[in-house]
């Protein structure tokens, strides 16, 4: 039940006793007793408050009750309020006439009976209230009723003068009404565009489309927005946007739609334009990077492949001169080894560059594990790292048959595993990381990626290789007809090479596994190469169907690089015994799981 504000009653008379009487009688949560003891006092009350009724004491003294109800009914606020004469002497007619005159609407002669009291008060009362209500919905009305012929008014001026064409149509899409612009737009008469006129002026390879859409959304009540084609009566092709949304009744059924149609003939060819400047911009621009990136290349090529040969050939000079001794003669010729093999990886990374982007890199697949390519990786740089003082470690992270992460670190040469040799070695490693790959190429891909690692971390720094599962979803790797059946709940492995070294700043961080792309900093450019290292390791990742991305906080705080694979089946092959789980729950390691072959295809089993 809505709530209702507390009425205001007046109780006039100048003995305290009566108007306690009055207010004991009238006692109610409808009301609010206010209580004066003069005239001069309820006129004062009057001047800022309403009243449902007034109940007043005829024999006052200074002003009795028909004085104080004749300035009552001088006041406009106050002239219509109810009054109602308390008196208990006179009963005479010309007493009862003088009341009425000034404005009584009624007489209670005391004694005074307490539920006709009530009874005539709670009429006023319910009066009043129904009296304010009534005024406020009169209010509220006369509001709405300007309201609404500001808006018409409001809707004819914006209609004549909008620079957009505005129609409205009935429930099966004809129009009822136009404005000034959209004849214009359209190039028809009044009588031409009412109806299914418009639907007539649309393209023809767009009509279907635009009527069958345009029914659809309605149905719907949704809004509709579209861009298409309209052929005007003298020919011309405008593009237009039409946006039109349903008009609702009280009972929220559709009376109609209204719209709006603009022509964005000119907004339309200026896109285009501006597509076309932006292509033939992009062209430009992507045939100045490329001719700097060759200009660039040529000339770390030329430097790359000078340093060493200098170097060759200043040795091939000393030697020839036969003035050396063992000991000179042995570091000259370890020096020419040591060139003669840097601009063999040189001539190789190039070749293979070469061959990646033609197309005719061909891999060699088989079933292996990664366990043992990755430590055949971190045994050849090992010495690398021991020159610089870096701190080279590999985990193998894996989980046993209780689910259970563990990890085996591999920390120094004298604990370095012979994973061939020594089955037992490292337990619990083997079948969790078995793919599906060339081991000459995943060995490059480990390798590049840390000797890259050692390359950019400083003396006493710290080079992490980490080996571990995943249970993350292969299905964005694998291409669809490449999905192998696995019994594991891990779907892919990961190799995840992380350094201290001069990191990678966040805008080269997108370009840093493109071909011939190196940070211009100081220490790259200390360092060499040509660039094609992590170029070589994105294809190399993406033909074994896998992906890699690196992640650095930013220069100077050290990088990480993360190669994802897809694991093989748990399926047995043709030289490989199925080893059961032992009842203390650990996984015994495979070292000869891999049968290495020429084929080009792997099988899980």
């Known amino acids: 039940m809505p709530f209702e504000p507390k009425v205001n009653v007046l109780l006039v008379d100048d003995h305290p006793e009566n108007l306690l009487a009055l207010e004991a009688i009238l006692g109610s949560q409808r009301q609010n007793v206010v209580r004066a003891t003069s005239g001069a006092q309820a006129l004062r009350c009057l001047l800022n408050q309403d009243f449902a009724v007034i109940l007043l004491d005829v024999q006052m003294p200074d002003m009795d009750g028909f004085e104080t109800a004749a300035l009552i009914r001088q006041r406009e606020r106050s002239r219509h309020t109810p009054i109602i004469f308390l008196t208990a002497f006179s009963t005479s007619d010309n007493m009862v006439f003088k009341g009425y005159s000034v404005g009584a609407v009624d007489y209670l002669f005391k004694p005074i009976h307490a539920e006709i009291l009530k009874s005539k008060v709670a009429a006023f009362v319910d009066l009043f209230q129904k009296t304010v209500e009534v005024k406020r919905q009169a209010a509220?009305?006369?509001?709405?009723?300007?309201?609404?012929?500001?808006?018409?008014?409001?809707?004819?001026?914006?209609?004549?003068?909008?620079?957009?064409?505005?129609?409205?149509?009935?429930?099966?899409?004809?129009?009822?009404?136009?404005?000034?612009?959209?004849?214009?737009?359209?190039?028809?008469?009044?009588?031409?565009?009412?109806?299914?006129?418009?639907?007539?002026?649309?393209?023809?390879?767009?009509?279907?489309?635009?009527?069958?859409?345009?029914?659809?959304?309605?149905?719907?009540?949704?809004?509709?927005?579209?861009?298409?084609?309209?052929?005007?009566?003298?020919?011309?092709?405008?593009?237009?946007?039409?946006?039109?949304?349903?008009?609702?009744?009280?009972?929220?059924?559709?009376?109609?739609?209204?719209?709006?149609?603009?022509?964005?003939?000119?907004?339309?060819?200026?896109?285009?334009?501006?597509?076309?400047?932006?292509?033939?911009?992009?062209?430009?621009?992507?045939?100045?990077?490329?001719?700097?990136?060759?200009?660039?290349?040529?000339?770390?090529?030329?430097?790359?492949?000078?340093?060493?040969?200098?170097?060759?050939?200043?040795?091939?000079?000393?030697?020839?001169?036969?003035?050396?001794?063992?000991?000179?003669?042995?570091?000259?010729?370890?020096t020419i080894e040591r060139n003669a093999t840097l601009q063999a990886q040189l001539i190789d990374d190039i070749l293979d560059v070469s061959r990646i982007m033609r197309g005719k890199l061909k891999l060699n697949l088989c079933q292996l594990n990664l366990t043992s390519v990755i430590a055949t990786v971190v045994d050849s740089v090992r010495l690398e790292a021991d020159k610089k003082n870096i701190q080279l470690e590999y985990i193998i992270e894996h989980t046993n048959t209780q689910n259970e992460a563990t990890r085996n670190t591999i920390g120094d040469r004298e604990n370095f595993p012979s994973l061939s040799s020594s089955p037992e070695g490292t337990a619990n490693s083997s079948t969790s990381f078995v793919v599906c790959g060339d081991p000459n190429r995943l060995q490059q891909i480990a390798w590049n990626l840390l000797s890259n690692a050692l390359?950019?971390?400083?003396?006493?720094?710290?080079?992490?290789?980490?080996?571990?599962?995943?249970?993350?979803?292969?299905?964005?790797?694998?291409?669809?007809q490449q999905h192998h059946s696995s019994a594991a709940k891990s779907s892919l492995a990961l190799i995840r090479v992380s350094d201290t070294g001069s990191g990678i700043s966040p805008d080269f961080l997108p370009y840093v596994f493109e071909r011939f792309r190196q940070a211009d900093g100081s220490i790259t450019r200390h360092q060499g190469g040509l660039g094609l290292g992590l170029a070589i390791v994105r294809s190399l990742v993406e033909m074994h169907r896998g992906s890699v991305h690196a992640e650095s906080p930013g220069l100077g705080q050290g990088a990480t690089f993360t190669v994802k694979l897809p694991l093989m089946g748990t399926g047995k092959t043709t030289e490989q015994e199925e080893e059961k789980e032992d009842q203390e729950g650990t996984t015994k390691l495979i070292t000869n799981y891999t049968t290495k072959s020429e084929n080009t295809s792997c099988s899980a089993g």
């Not at 959209?182 to 190039?187: F, L």
């Open 140 to 334: 509220q009305l006369a509001q709405m009723n300007t309201e609404l012929r500001k808006r018409e008014e409001m809707f004819r001026s914006l209609s004549a003068c909008s620079p957009v064409g505005i129609f409205l149509t009935d429930t099966l899409g004809k129009c009822t009404y136009i404005n000034p612009r959209y004849q214009a737009i359209y190039g028809m008469t009044l009588e031409e565009s009412l109806g299914e006129g418009w639907t007539q002026t649309i393209h023809p390879e767009d009509r279907g489309r635009v009527i069958a859409d345009w029914y659809n959304i309605s149905e719907r009540r949704q809004e509709y927005t579209a861009e298409f084609r309209i052929l005007t009566s003298t020919g011309i092709q405008r593009w237009v946007h039409m946006s039109s949304s349903a008009m609702l009744s009280d009972q929220s059924e559709v009376i109609g739609y209204i719209g709006t149609i603009e022509d964005i003939t000119e907004r339309k060819q200026a896109q285009e334009e501006h597509i076309n400047f932006i292509r033939e911009q992009a062209a430009r621009q992507e045939a100045e990077t490329a001719n700097r990136l060759k200009d660039e290349f040529l000339a770390t090529l030329s430097h790359e492949l000078r340093t060493p040969l200098t170097s060759i050939l200043g040795w091939s000079k000393l030697l020839r001169q036969r003035k050396m001794d063992e000991k000179a003669i042995t570091r000259a010729l370890e």
């Open 455 to 480: 390359k950019f971390t400083p003396k006493d720094g710290r080079v992490e290789v980490r080996l571990l599962l995943s249970a993350e979803s292969s299905s964005e790797t694998l291409q669809p």
